[in-house]
């Protein structure tokens, strides 16, 4: 058994008795120290995927807010994640909200946040980026505006950070579907998304990387199809779908994992029909996985690259292997020589 597999359900076993955010950062710092005795898995070379310009080594990433400060790059490295986002990244450090914040529902591998972006700024956030070794996988970096700017003057934090990040990422997302921070999700309407889209293209036009943007599984159809306009208009390279999702009755703060999956799916599946005729545009799915299975409807759909958040951290890396393994064993049978040949065979089926 791989030293990570083994390793994870004696960890989970100490670490789900603590609270959540002690046992987050506990892990964060165990992910550091681990590094180097984690075995380096080599993935699949049928596994490789074309997106956005990047060669990715397989269609499975890390989700955005585990490592928020871009401290475990070494360690998430050596799983199999093909990508991985670190962020959300604000121009200045901030401590986030109150805590308790983070809170688990293990009977539905679920998870509630409220975090409210808690970084330690782009300065150090790039500083560790650029030490970071993180062996030829593709690297996105998250950016979200600070709670004390004005929503007038997010599309200022957002190009700041696209011109600080771009150089050494491979890919930027704009995040302004967290339900996290007052008022941030009103930028998710076309005025605001505009100006931000407006003011980061300008620095696009100095240094061109893949820029996305992550929309919230509450939008309404109106307000999703608002957003693929804006997204072809000012020629971004895809949209990621879902953020976490409001459950007044559950509390304040976002909802992941298994409760959020159907909400999530209900986005994917009408952005999938909205970008059909826009292959260039890619659909990032995230909200709710937590099998293969689940994603391999996604890919039969229309689908190619999924992140993880909640279930990885209720499963650990052995999900991971559990969806290579699953899914090596589907191109034996389906005789696909890459990826691309299995989803064509899995969509003709
Ligand atoms: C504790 C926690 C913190 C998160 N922080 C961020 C964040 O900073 N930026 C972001 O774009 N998404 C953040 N997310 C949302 C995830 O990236 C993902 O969109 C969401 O959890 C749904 O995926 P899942 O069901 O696989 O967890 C966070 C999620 C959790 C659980």
């Keep these: ?51 956005m310009g990047l060669s990715f080594k397989s269609p499975v990433g890390l989700a955005a807010g585990l490592d928020k400060n871009a401290e475990a790059i070494g360690f998430l490295s050596y799983l199999p994640f093909s990508f991985i986002e670190v962020g959300t990244v604000t121009p200045l450090q901030q401590k986030g909200n109150d805590k308790p914040r983070l809170f688990r529902y ?18 150090k956030i790039l500083h560790n980026i650029q030490n970071a070794n993180r062996r030829e996988k593709i690297l996105g970096v998250n950016l979200g505006k600070n709670k004390v700017t004005p929503n007038e003057d997010a599309p200022k934090d957002y190009a700041v950070l696209y011109e600080k990040f771009a150089p050494h990422a491979d890919y930027l997302v704009i995040n302004v579907s967290s339900p996290n921070t007052p008022g941030l999700r009103d930028l998710l309407q076309d005025k605001g998304l ?89 659909l990032i799915g995230v909200g709710g996985f937590s099998s293969y299975e689940e994603i391999k409807d996604y890919w039969k759909e229309g689908g190619r690259l999924v992140q993880l958040y909640s279930a990885f951290v209720f499963q650990g890396p052995s999900l991971l292997f559990d969806i290579e393994k699953k899914l090596a064993a ?6 696909a020589a890459s990826f691309d040949e299995f989803l064509h065979s899995l969509r003709k089926s």
């Design 1 to 51: 058994m791989k030293f990570q597999n083994a390793l994870y359900p004696i960890f989970k076993s100490l670490a789900f008795k603590v609270d959540p955010e002690f046992a987050h950062e506990l892990t964060l710092k165990a992910m550091k120290q681990l590094s180097p005795w984690v075995e380096n898995v080599p993935t699949d070379p049928r596994f490789k995927l074309t997106s």
């Design 106 to 123: 293990p009977e539905e591998e679920s998870l509630r946040n409220c975090m409210g972006f808690n970084n330690n700024g782009m300065e």
């Design 194 to 282: 505009k100006e931000i889209f407006a003011a980061v293209n300008a620095r696009r036009i100095q240094f061109t990387r893949p820029l996305l943007v992550k929309v919230s599984p509450d939008m309404s159809e109106e307000e999703l199809r608002s957003v693929v306009k804006l997204v072809k208009e000012y020629q971004l390279s895809g949209i990621i779908a879902t953020n976490t999702t409001i459950m007044p009755e559950r509390g304040q703060g976002g909802v992941s994992g298994k409760i959020l999956f159907e909400k999530a799916k209900k986005t994917r599946s009408f952005l999938l029909k909205e970008l059909k005729d826009s292959p260039e545009i890619e």
């Design 330 to 335: 589907d191109m034996d049978q389906m005789k």
